[in-house]
């Protein structure tokens, strides 16, 4: 009984809701040349021209400067902390030579 109450409710919600939409959505269409439309060559590998190659090889720069310029940064982080953790070990050493844990 409760399970059947549960599968039906559902369904009918969702056959309300359905028939009363107040409206619908379109896809916009642009014809070739319009403010927002895609080109016809060039954009997907094709033959483009002289401009589109150098904005291509501009943008392809910039972000391998910025890929590089993250991996330097990363590499200083990286040496930062294995300077720390060498730091560490060796103030772990004096600890227990001092207290004579190791009998070193």
Do not use: C, W
């Not at 599968?7 to 927002?36: C, H, N, Q, W």
């Amino acid at each position: 009984m409760y399970r059947q109450t549960l599968t039906k409710i559902p369904s009918r919600g969702l056959a309300i809701a359905s028939s009363r939409r107040a409206f619908t959505t379109t896809v916009r269409v642009m014809a070739e040349g319009d403010t927002g439309s895609t080109r016809s060559t060039g954009s997907l590998g094709g033959q483009g021209d002289a401009f589109q190659k150098r904005e291509k090889a501009n943008e392809d720069y910039t972000i391998r400067q910025r890929e590089k310029e993250k991996l330097l940064e990363l590499r200083k982080k990286l040496r930062e902390q294995q300077d720390h953790l060498t730091k560490l070990s060796e103030h772990i050493e004096e600890l227990t030579k001092e207290q004579g844990g190791e009998r070193n």
